[in-house]
């Protein structure tokens, strides 16, 4: 192990988010759902930043951020300022976008809030630095890459939809706790109903590397947490290897490119970009209302935390199971329709986060494309527990009622897929197996721990479908009078 | 004829306003050559069509129409929708706005008809229309000399008779600077007053639209029409319903309040004689039946620089978004990255006042700077605040002159910018504080007119108006026309 395998990896993020369920952009009326639109479309004279126009501030995306900031237990500013960042690029209209700032004289609509998330089975705190509102520039889109476009097309569509930009302090070690963060901010997120994240552009990162002692990487506009994860993983041998070779790790931003799976230095920081941040003159500090906070507060929903203790306590899952099911909202919800009908619940919980899960992802299933009766999950469950299906066949079966829709009980009944637990025929099957395997007879008779492989002959020759546990205790029979004959 | 008489007489027989048409159409043959007031005019055919729709559609509701059949000089820096908005740039020369300012739309509601866009300083950044991009106007009563600005066409349309009313812009004086030195009324409303949507911006904290006319009458007209909360305009004050001025007006002009007015020392020292003349014995006749006393409003060099400082910070900000790619002036952008083609747009569409105000406001604002100009100049203009908030504990009004010169001859802007710059100390003190202040006609020197400044606590436009109409009544300035 080289030495600089020690060293401390710093972490920050900055979290830019959307906030897709509002019905009109930051600040103006132009509806905020610009997806799938014709280029340049969706746009009025204000996102369009016509001369003489003037911004108004969506009521809505301010209560939004509130509500994110509650959540994500940040100190909310009594005051909503705004202020210009000004720099000169195409898809920004106004070639300033209107954002906050934190600061003398400045305000950002929280700081000082913190995250916990649960790393190898401890709890730690992530610390959140400070949540801005501001508006998303346009898009330039190129005809195939940025390097080979013959030219820059610019659709304003997206240009003033309401963002979140949501960063950290940089408290985060490594890329799995960078993820495990993020997975847990989304939740947040979707559980307060203000984006959804999947949407193509709603969630980008920035995140930002360093190892102590050396600069700091920056790297922008990371599209998915897997990509995060991955950046990172990315990251950190580039540099590892740059230290252990003696060199230099430079003040850079560098761009995740997702396909060839590496980062690309775009440009040196040496310079701090002078944005000439001042406040925006157009939109007057917006005095924000103990009451308005405290109407926010008290209709806050149902937060993953706080549904993590109740899945514990109303469900006796343990700490792991609960977060599992409560970080995947929709999995959750299933879980609790379900457990209305069922109360094995940590058997519900882990057909559900195991094999259940992994058939969502196998068959690349969008949950909200999901068409799913919960109670054939229930039905499954309640056969197996009856001795009619075993684990095998449970197995099987879940598959086809995710991905086909099938009905348990019709399917069992009309074929024949029961399970065998005719102990007359069930013997003569052992009986066929012991004649077949002296060898792992013999075995079995010295070593109890050999029976499984009995079993599981027996289990062959039935086609999975012979009750195990009756399959064991003739065997266990039938070496008991081996034993007592033959000695 | 005053507006308020036309607009009765256009009542009773629609088909008046096309003969009034007849004659501003011909006094705009004969004069607009010499003066050059506008940037764009309408021709009248296309009026005429607007009148007959106009007349046709409100038919049952013309007796409700404040401005029925009025023609109004609308400052080029004020979207119109589908009438090209230049700001007196090559910037936007071709730039035709998709839709009309809150202004715009509220005199069109009131049966106003827009007959042309007036010259300005480029952006509105100047004291003497000579900044534009096209050409300088010329003050009426004396060709050879500036007409003032920025507003410098809307009030010179008003001298010479080539429209009834005209809307303007006030960011640091250029409504009263061309009021007054064209020897008409202009009256810049408290800021909030009057909504914002649609001025193409050169200091939002400070831009404020108002009325000019040829006398006070017009004026509150105008305004009543303008003023008003616009949800559009986040600086646009909520608590201001609709308030009709001309009432307010009369309310005041037959209770004859006396009021207690503070004469501005400084303001007077600072005039030249000629000014200062005329000025004071324009005070004499109010003070014969006001409560007048003198008042100190020192550091006027500092509120120059404070005024300056903040207009060019924000001025670099809201002029950022021209650079070719949406509107405006195009260049081609083959083979040239970003920075380069805005780089040449910014430096072709731009004259040297609009560039260089742009670079001093950005270098204002930028890091390390911010705190020695932009910051200072922040806490001058809440020092200058409090100061008026205890002048108007004391007094109603203040007076000064409007300007402390009389027009200068054109070209002397450029020999001495900072002179002119100066010039601007009796005015942009309004701006920065926000309240309302009226330009007022009271004398000719020489043939050239000389403007009376009267400022008031917000929202105290009817004292304005009332102090006016008093002045207008005994020194007979109203509907004064120039013969350029
Ligand atoms: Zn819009």
Redesign the interface.
Known sequence: MSSNQTLKTIIGLEIHVQLTKLKTKLFCATSADYREKKPNTHVC?VC??????????NRKAVEYAIAVAKALNCEISDRLMFV?K?Y???DL????QISQYIGP?FAPIAKNGYVKIIVDGKPKIVRIRRINIEEDPGRIVYLGSIETSPYSL?DYNRSGVALLEIVTEPDIESPKEARIFLEKLIAILEYLGVTDPGLEGAFRVDANISFEGFGRVEIKNIGSIRDVEKALTYEIVRQRRIIAGGGKIERETRHWDSNKGVTISLRSKEF?E?Y???PD????PLRISKELIEQITKSLPELPDERIDRFMKQYSLDEYRATVLVLNKWLADLFETCAKHYDKYKKLADLLITDFLRWINEFNIDYKNLRLDPLQIVKLLRLWDEGTLSVKMVKELLPQIIRDGIDVEDYVKSSGYTRLADKEYLKSVVEEVFRESPKAVQDALENPKAINYLIGLVMKKTGGRADPQLVREIILSMLDKMKNTGS | MPVHKLVEEFKIDPSKVFDYLDSLYDNIKRVENKIQSFITIIPQETLDRYVENLIKENKHRIDNLKLFGIPIAVKDNISTKGIRTTCASKMLENYVPPYNATVVEKIMREGGIIIGKTNMDEFAMGSTTETSAFYPTKNPWDTTRVPGGSSGGSATALASGEAPLALGSDTGGSIRNPASFCGVYGLKPTYGLVSRYGLIAYASSMDQIGPMARNVVDLAILLSVIAGHDPRDSTSVPFVQSVDYVQELYKLYHKEPKLRIGIIKEFFEGSEEPVKKAATKAVDLLCSYHECQEISLPFSKQIIAAYYIIAMAEASSNLARFDGVRYGMKIDFTNRSWDEAFTEVRTKGFGYEVRKRIAIGAYILSAGYRDMYYIRALKLRRVLKERFDQIFKDHDIVVSPTMPILPPRLGEFFKDPLRIYLADVNTVAANLVGIPAISIPVDFYNGLPVGLQAMAKQFSEPLLLYVAKQLEDRTGFRDILAQP
Do not use: A, Q, S, W
């Not at chain 1, 003159?281 to 007057?284: A, G, M, S, T």
């Open positions: 004279p369009l930043g016509l001369p003489g126009t003037l911004p108004t501030v210009r000004h000169f690029y195409p209209p106004k070639n300033y004289g610019i701090e002078d000439r941040y001042f003159p157009d939109l007057p």
